[in-house]
């Protein structure tokens, strides 16, 4: 199963694809994820991205693509993967379709988490991240059991500069000009599936899951 989440910052994408690599074992390729990794890393790629994510800002499509490209060559991706954050532009899209026709391989779903605009602000203002392992909590909804440090390795939690509001409206408006015109490339060729991002993490993890058995 080949799959990719749509949906606005903070819509619960990284959480729901947690779960499914939990219940199918699919890798989990967040652009993202790969992206803090390299600024981390101090790497040409981190440098060249940095200071697009920061100001909330797309980083350009031939440095993401040629991520992908890379990613889902990698053996964990032969038994499926789901695609987080990518793709977030048409030509994106466009150059997915190509690497996957290359490789014989196809998309089986692209499900769309629809939340509001304040969930949105509200989600991402009270995200905290782990630098270390990228486990995310919400301060309210799914809060560390620890204040201020992730369960997992005590690492104390940050909130990710692009998570400030600034920054934040700037990922929305990006959103809603260069990657909410992907719902219609998808329905156009019968993959879209559109689902309410807005409940329990549980619930909407059920739609999610009545959405790939249908
Ligand atoms: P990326 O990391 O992909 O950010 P994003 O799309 O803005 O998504 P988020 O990671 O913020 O949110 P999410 O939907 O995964 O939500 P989460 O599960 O964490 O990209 C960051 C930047 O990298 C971009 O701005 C861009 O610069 C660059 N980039 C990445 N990919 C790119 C690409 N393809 N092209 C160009 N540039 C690219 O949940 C959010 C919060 O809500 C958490 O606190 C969580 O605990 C909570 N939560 C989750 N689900 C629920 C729920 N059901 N109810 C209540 N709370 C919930």
Excluded: W
Excluded at 38 to 50: D, N, P, T, V
Excluded at 71 to 88: E, N, S, T, W
């Amino acid at each position: 199963m080949n799959l990719i989440l749509l949906g606005p910052p903070g819509a619960g994408k990284g959480t729901q694809a947690k779960r499914l690599v939990e219940r199918f074992g699919l890798a989990h390729v967040s652009t993202g994820d790969i992206l803090r990794a390299a600024i981390k890393s101090g790497s040409e790629l981190g440098q060249k991205a940095k200071g697009y994510m920061d100001r909330g800002e797309l980083v350009p499509d031939d440095l993401v693509v040629g991520i992908i490209r890379e990613r889902i060559g990698q053996p964990d991706c032969a038994k499926g993967f789901v695609l987080d954050g990518f793709p977030r532009t048409v030509p994106q899209a466009e150059a997915l379709d190509g690497m996957l026709s290359a490789a014989s391989c196809r998309l089986d779903r692209v499900v769309a988490l629809e939340v509001s605009d304040q969930a949105v602000l509200e989600r991402n203002t009270k995200r905290r991240s782990c630098p270390t392992c990228g486990a995310t909590y919400h301060l309210v909804n799914a809060p560390p059991k620890k204040a201020g440090v992730c369960d997992r390795d005590a690492t104390p939690l940050v909130h990710r500069p692009d998570d400030q509001p600034e920054a934040i409206l700037k990922r929305m408006e990006e959103y809603r000009q260069k990657t909410a015109p992907l719902k219609d490339f998808y329905r156009k060729v019968g993959l879209l599936r559109e689902i309410d991002g807005s409940g329990a993490q549980d619930d909407v993890a059920r739609a999610l899951d009545r959405q790939l058995e249908g």
